[in-house]
């Protein structure tokens, strides 16, 4: 069964883009603009990973952390955002916040490796070999 | 290769035609001789027979004779009459019978003087059956006595005996020859069926042998067709491959400029937030960038300001120390001072002037400078300054 993943952005380009190539890898991809709309998916249908901005419609992207982080409490949230650029601000607090941190301008190649390592689909060293 | 296990094949069936037409003519050409010698051996026969019947009548006419010449009574006659009679059809027929054929020449003479013993023989018996209605028995047996031939009958027995032997020499000998040539017909016909079944043998060994190379053909074409198969596959796998790794680099370049313009979004949001004239300037002092602010303060449309020196609207005060009034921007970007809070005029659109604090922050990339931002805030009034 394909593992399930939430995209939780503000531009509904990145929402696309990161799930077509999601569903490349051979994820089942759910999208959402809204906070209400990524709760509703959260209780609905669990993802087993949840990718995110900071920047959402409608609301903070601080807040639904903490929202998502009681709905599903052992989702593992990746926060991908170009808000903040300070590396020592990202070490310091908002790694403690989520279970991992790229920014937007990291590669998708990157990204899709992150969300592998989450997945626990990472390739081990002799599969890369 | 397959062209010439054709034409063999076609070859070794037309030898078959040829050797079985030759069969059945030769068969053909037997059973005509066969019937030809059944009709000679017919007529051999008929010849034999008649010759038997001339001797059996000539018997019987000499016994019928006797009892006339014993008991001279003319009611005998008739007997010897009748038999004669016959025994002379009988020569005739078997004369007539021998007459034709070049064959039997020699046999044909031989009635023929077999006819002249017949003569002599009826003759004395016409003089013996004469004499005896004229003389009695006296002059039969002077007749008897007399005559040198009267038992000529011996003579006509070796006669028809030779012509009997000769006759059943020849058809001793036509039995022969027809054992020879049935002999020869069984010869032909098995020989003619045995090298037949030696050719199909030959076809079928090379029909097998064309069958044999026509399933490797067949088997090397599959192997062939597999091997293609493969190759393509392999080929679309690359195909697909370098398609995946092409949509790949395509979502990959859709990204990174997804990323830098929501980047260039945002810092552009930044700017425009701030309350403060932002002017971005390069080292030359040109300015490229404004924020609304600026636009909002002194009218200016931004592409009027744009590539213009700042001092198109930023009026700097003389220098307290020294003489004429210089732009401190020059030096501090030079050596990459910050200025703080300084005063200066702001020129607007309409020409009004307006007294204002800048601060220049220079710009570094890495070791260089690569241009500056200079903020301008108002300068507040004493009222201004007593409300805020």
Known sequence: MKKHILSIDDEADIRELLQEVLTMKGYRVSTAADPGQAKKIIKEDPPQLIIMDFQIEEGDGFVLIEEIKRLGPDIPVLLLTGAVFDRAVVRDTIEKKVTSYLDKTASLSMIVSEVERLLGDAPTSSERL | MKETIEKRVVGLFLLMLVILAYVAWSSLHNIKENIKSNA?????????????????????????????????????????????????????????????????????????????????????????????????????????????????????????????????????????????????????????????FVLLALVVWLMRDDLIARRKAAQALEEANAMLEAKVQERTAELLKSNQSLKQENLER???????????????????????????????????????????????????????????????????????????????????????????????????????????????????????????????????????
């Open chain 2, 40 to 196: 000679w051996v017919n007529h051999t026969h008929a010849v034999i027979i008649h010759a038997g019947d001339i001797l059996s009548y000539l018997h019987a006419g000499d016994a019928a004779l006797r009892t006339f010449l014993i008991t001279g009574d003319d009611r005998d006659r008739q007997g010897y009459r009748v038999a004669y009679s016959t025994m002379v059809e009988n020569w005739t027929e078997a004369e007539a019978l021998t007459r034709q054929s070049e064959e039997e020449k020699a046999l044909h003479e031989r009635f023929l003087d077999l006819s002249l013993l017949i003569s002599n023989r009826m003759e004395i018996a016409g003089t013996m059956a004469r004499g005896r209605a004229q003389g009695g028995l006296d002059f039969v047996r002077q007749q008897f006595n007399s005559h040198p031939d009267v038992e000529s009958i011996s003579k006509i027995e070796r006669a028809v005996a030779n012509i009997e032997k000769t006759e059943n020499g020849l058809l001793k000998e036509r039995d022969e020859q027809q054992h020879l040539q049935a002999q020869a017909t069984k010869t032909t016909v098995y020989t003619g069926l045995g090298v037949n």
């Open chain 2, 254 to 388: 859709r990204w990174s400029y997804q990323a830098l313009d929501h980047q260039l979004r945002y810092n552009q949001l930044i700017i425009n937030s701030i309350a403060e004239l932002v002017f971005v300037i390069s080292r030359a002092l040109n300015i490229s960038r404004v924020n609304p602010a600026v636009v909002h303060a002194t009218n200016w449309e931004p592409q009027e300001l744009i590539s213009q020196s700042i001092e198109r609207v930023l009026q700097f005060p003389p220098d307290p120390v020294g003489g004429a009034s210089q732009n401190p921007l020059t030096a501090a970007m030079r050596e990459g001072r910050q200025l703080l809070d300084r005063p200066a005029n702001l020129l607007a659109r309409s020409g009004r002037i307006i007294p204002v604090y800048y601060t220049l922050i220079p710009l570094h990339d890495q070791d260089k400078i690569v241009g500056g931002v200079v903020t301008v805030r108002m300068q507040l009034s004493a009222q201004q300054q007593r409300q805020s």
